[in-house]
């Protein structure tokens, strides 16, 4: 299996633009996790989805960032507008199951907003 | 919400000594408990896992115990190597339909030769 694949790996933005960051999860995993990993704040749960759909979004900073899961193998996170504090490494999981399954982290998107 | 304190920060062991990173965790709820290691410029891996009804775990050279009286709990890395060099995450589920992982803030484990 090719893991958790994250796209870009690196993406420096201008503050003000639109930021896109993508993730297609392990095939048959139900669970799909966005974290975000400042020195800190540390690892961060922004929003998590089981079988497409957003069960805790409770971790989203601010109504700029937005999460979308339009089917079983790629998941979105954008952040509109983008501003210097947004800059951290964005993480995208997986998991077969709930609470108790292990979750396999994608290489991560370092995000530079300038 | 669940809160995780992880201690120390920055751990630094001669290469065949032991290492231990402890956690604490603020909801009485919380039943799972596991360690991610990140290697640089990676993203974090499962190393071990403990749930609630178990006092301790071990796989190796890797071995985690909690106390749930006193909400800590512990890995202990024995005879260590240059490998094991890299950031240790714990972290905390709450279960009850949530989810999601609360992390500690990490500790730099580096193994001196």
């Known amino acids: 299996d090719a893991g958790v694949i994250q796209s870009p790996r690196h993406e420096v933005t201008e503050m003000g633009q639109e930021v896109t960051l993508r993730c297609k999860p392990i095939s048959g995993h139900d669970y799909l996790f966005w974290y975000r990993q400042t020195m800190m704040r540390g690892l961060e749960l922004l929003i998590y989805?089981?079988?497409?759909?957003?069960?805790?979004d409770s971790g989203m900073p601010e109504d700029r960032f937005s999460a979308k899961m339009p089917n079983a193998s790629f998941s979105t996170l954008k952040i509109q507008p983008s501003e210097p504090r947004d800059s951290a490494v964005y993480f995208c999981a997986s998991s077969r199951g709930g609470q108790y399954y292990e979750q396999y982290f994608g290489p991560g998107t370092r995000l530079t907003v300038t | 919400g669940e809160n995780v304190e992880q201690h120390p920060s920055t751990l630094s062991v001669q290469e065949g000594d032991s290492a231990v990173i402890k956690c604490t965790y603020s909801d009485s709820a919380s039943n799972y408990f596991p360690w991610y290691k990140q290697e640089l410029g990676k993203g974090p891996q499962l190393i071990i896992d403990i749930r609630s009804n178990v006092g301790e775990k071990k796989d190796q050279r890797i071995a985690v115990t909690l106390n749930k009286t006193a909400k800590h709990f512990s890995l202990h890395i024995t005879e260590t190597q240059p490998e094991d060099s890299a950031v240790y995450f714990c972290a905390a589920s709450t279960g009850g339909g949530a989810d999601g992982l609360t992390f500690g803030k990490g500790t730099h484990l580096i193994i001196q030769p």
């Open positions: 989805f089981n079988n497409n759909v957003p069960i805790d």
